[in-house]
């Protein structure tokens, strides 16, 4: 069973830095795109990163100078280094990807429970 499954979550100050980490794991034949989204309380989920499955990256506008993206193709991991927080960045961060289990042969949506992130002084 493919499972997704986030760590790094947790306190920061205003001006602080967490780094997200995102593991698929499971019988998988293929990851293609990965990223990150992110709700917080009383608001829609919105993305907030991701690598198309081409390789290439989008950022939220909210986000942009401030948080990178990474992946490791060999771990099917990818990362969320957040720099310069703020306290708006509060949230449970969610980790997606598409993947093509084996056995099923067709790429499929897939969640992670999420990390919270919490930004305060």
Wanted: charged share 15%.
């Amino acid at each position: 069973q493919v499972q997704l499954v986030e760590s790094g979550g947790g306190l920061a100050q205003p001006g602080g830095s967490l780094n997200l980490s995102c593991a698929a794991s499971g019988k998988i034949v293929r990851v293609n795109a990965m990223g990150w989204y992110r709700q917080a309380p009383g608001k829609q989920r919105e993305l907030v990163a991701t690598f198309t499955s081409g390789g290439s990256t989008n950022y939220a506008d909210s986000v942009k100078g401030r948080f990178t993206i990474s992946r490791d193709n060999a771990k099917n991991t990818v990362y969320l280094q957040m720099n310069s927080l703020k306290p708006e960045d509060t949230a449970v961060y969610l980790c997606n990807a598409k993947i093509v289990p084996f056995g099923v042969w067709v790429s499929s949506d897939y969640w992670g429970k999420g990390t919270l992130v919490t930004v305060s002084s």
